[in-house]
């Protein structure tokens, strides 16, 4: 019988992925001006005010303000009528310095037995569902918001009334075998402008009507076919006559952002991994540095798993590392193919295998996958997994420091596919 499942994704301008950004572009600053540098920066964002904790070792000087607010600004809080402006916001520090009892059991002389900076597990997950083996139903989730992002940006006249905070939802019907039939539901929500009012004609009821109609509309005839057109032809063909479509279900959405709702970083974990496929260990990624493996662990994982899918190992696996905090090797790596494997043995001799092909200590992963890098701000929305590596530039000024320091950093490195021939042949593929 077929099932129905679905996923969530939310746009940088919601109150959550405010502070994601602030708290990963705080973390970029740091690992610009000194690549040891030990984060763990959390932010709140509500009407008005930005509040910045957490602990920081570092050897720069970071101005917190200007980050904060030259990130609010990019994301598009550059209105008063927002309740929550750039320019005008409050912004409150209450970062101190990381723990020594942490510390103590991080560092090491030899680097290559730095101690897991937490205990915990990490998941990495891959399907062969889409080209970039992430789930579907996921995927078109952040297109969706991607594309209203662009519009919002860089094509203005298109749908002027957008505003930055935006979700989405998508759900798919699946067959008995996981393979996707059509998209039956999608649900939009977007914060708009009130360009419709009350006069002495029309009712507020009747303006706030004539505004939802004119949205979903636009979604409709607009943003849909952008961002089917994304996508090949085989999933074009789920687009079809019959979606359900929600669009600002409860009639308005005026007020929004860190005024309609207060955010928090690290409140949006499952939009940043599979939308609910796979796992999830519970532990945030924005904020923190590689030495903490709730970020580094979660990338290698999903680097495994992807490599393991696209070598032919299996059509869906799901990889789980744990860790104990100051302890350099993994306390366990556990794989689960779902009856889907290739292969003519067990999971766990799968898992024997990957641990024989990728050093999983903290630090072999930071050099592995290129961590110590101001990497990490283009991750805090859309998604940490399913995009394109890169390499870019990066310009990086304070007022605090000397010199302007420019950084080229190659950014998702763990989307690499750069061990499916070393796994076809420890495999035999």
Not at 109 to 138: C, H, I, R, S, V
Request: charged residues 25%.
């Amino acid at each position: 019988m077929s099932y129905l499942f679905t996923s969530e994704s939310v746009s940088e301008g919601h109150p959550d992925k405010v502070a994601d950004q602030i708290s990963d572009a705080l973390l970029d600053e740091f690992l610009a001006y000194d690549e040891n540098s030990k984060v763990a920066c959390e932010t709140l964002v509500t009407t008005g005010q930005v509040i910045l904790a957490g602990e920081v070792k570092s050897s720069a000087y970071v101005d917190v303000q200007e980050v904060a607010r030259r990130v609010i600004e990019q994301i598009g809080y550059t209105k008063s009528e927002y309740q929550f402006e750039a320019k005008s916001c409050g912004v409150l520090s209450a970062i101190h310095e990381q723990s020594g009892d942490i510390n103590r059991g991080v560092e090491r002389a030899d680097p290559y037995e730095q101690g897991a900076g937490d205990q915990g597990m990490m998941f990495g997950y891959a399907t062969k569902e889409t080209g970039n083996y992430m789930p579907l139903a996921l995927e078109i989730s952040h297109a969706l918001l991607e594309e209203l992002a662009a519009i919002r940006k860089n094509e203005i006249a298109l749908m002027p009334y957008l505003r930055p905070d935006s979700k989405s939802q998508v759900t798919i019907e699946y067959d008995d075998n996981g393979m996707p039939l059509r998209i039956d539901t999608i649900v939009m929500s977007t914060q708009h402008d009130e360009f419709f009012t009350a006069n002495n004609n029309v009712t507020q009821e009747v303006a706030d009507q004539k505004m939802g109609v004119k949205i979903k509309e636009d979604i409709i005839k607009i943003l849909i076919p952008r961002v089917k057109a994304r996508f090949p032809s085989i999933i074009q063909t789920l687009f079809n006559d019959h979606i359900i479509y929600h669009v600002n279900p409860t009639g308005k959405f005026v007020i929004g952002g860190p005024h309609g709702d207060t955010g928090l970083t690290g409140r949006k974990i499952i939009v940043d991994s599979y939308g609910g496929k796979g796992a999830h260990g519970g532990g945030a990624f924005s904020g923190k540095d590689p030495s903490k493996v709730d970020r580094s662990a979660a990338y290698a994982a999903r680097h495994i798993a992807k490599n393991l899918v696209a070598a032919g190992v299996a059509d869906e696996v799901l990889v789980q590392i744990s860790y104990a905090i100051g302890v350099a090797r993994p306390t366990s790596v556990f794989v689960n193919t779902f009856n889907r494997s290739n292969v003519r043995i067990s999971d766990g001799e799968i898992s024997q295998k990957i641990q024989l092909l990728f050093d999983l200590r903290p630090k072999a992963i930071e050099e592995r996958l290129k961590l110590r890098h101001p990497i990490y701000f283009e991750t805090a929305s859309y998604g940490h997994f399913g995009r394109e590596p890169r390499v870019v530039t990066k310009l990086y000024q304070s007022r605090y420091m000397p010199e302007p320091v420019v950084q080229v950093v190659e950014l998702f490195t763990w989307e690499k596919l750069d061990y499916v021939e070393k796994i076809k042949e420890v495999f035999g593929l």
